[in-house]
């Protein structure tokens, strides 16, 4: 919605293996953001990006994680060693300039067996 | 330890009815409150938004109350539609106006709306 897409939009794999999940937000956009859902559980931060500021990394879980983002638009988020505890589904947002409402992309669903 | 709690984890209510769904936070420098709706399979969808100089915002059929004393906001959608059956998500804050600003949230009220 509101012009974030992710992919892929399901990902299953094996513990131990990396992830990438990827964030295609529209251009115009000053903030970046990922979350994560797990089962039963709300929306957790994990890291921010606005400008070329450092990315707030402060809701990462592990060293694990990491997130990049390209020229200010599209953005990874990798998962090392994937472990059953990361099975979630993670959402992407994006914010404006003059507006702190955040939009957020459909998300990636993560199983790790 | 929960910073945001939505105590209800579900809600039915009748189509027509009004709908009242309730958030807590524990800390008062949050300012800035907003209601999310989520499908499954979908990305939350913002509803509406409050800051902290505010008691009351209105949009169409939803309103957000803050009490910013208790540090309690909740949403009343009325009248209540089978299409809002969804899961409702409330978020906070701290710091607006074009600063970025994570946000913290609650563990979802799943709302039915029976006909």
């Known amino acids: 919605g509101a012009g974030v897409s992710q992919s892929p939009s399901n990902k299953v794999t094996e513990k131990g293996k990396d992830v990438e999940l990827r964030c295609d937000p529209i251009?115009?956009?000053?903030?970046l953001y990922w979350y994560r859902q797990s089962l039963g559980q709300g929306l957790e931060f994990l890291i921010y990006?606005?400008?070329?500021?450092?990315?707030?990394k402060s809701g990462l879980p592990s060293d694990r994680f990491s997130a990049e983002r390209t020229g200010g638009s599209v953005s990874t988020l990798t998962i090392q060693r994937t472990q059953q505890e990361d099975s979630a589904v993670y959402l992407c947002?994006?914010?404006?300039?003059?507006?702190?409402?955040?939009?957020f992309g459909p998300g990636t669903r993560l199983t790790v067996l | 330890d929960q910073q945001v709690k939505q105590n209800s984890p579900s809600l039915s209510v009748q189509e027509g009815r009004i709908s009242i769904l309730n958030c807590d936070y524990t800390?008062?420098?949050?300012?800035?409150f907003l209601w999310y709706k989520k499908y499954p399979a979908e990305g939350p969808t913002f509803l509406i938004s409050?800051?902290?100089?505010?008691d009351k915002n209105e949009d169409g059929r939803f309103t957000v109350f803050l009490n910013k004393s208790a540090k309690h906001l909740s949403l009343h959608i009325v009248p209540s539609q089978p299409g809002d059956s969804a899961v409702y998500f409330c978020?906070?804050?701290?710091?607006?106006?074009?600063?970025?600003?994570?946000?913290?949230f609650g563990t979802g009220t799943r709302l039915q709306v029976t006909l």
């Open positions: 947002a994006i914010s404006g300039l003059y507006t702190d409402t955040q939009y």
């Open positions: 251009s115009g956009h000053t903030a």
């Open positions: 990006f606005q400008g070329n500021s450092a990315p707030d």
């Open positions: 800390n008062s420098m949050f300012d800035y």
């Open positions: 409050i800051s902290s100089i505010k």
């Open positions: 978020a906070v804050a701290r710091g607006r106006g074009g600063t970025a600003s994570k946000l913290t």
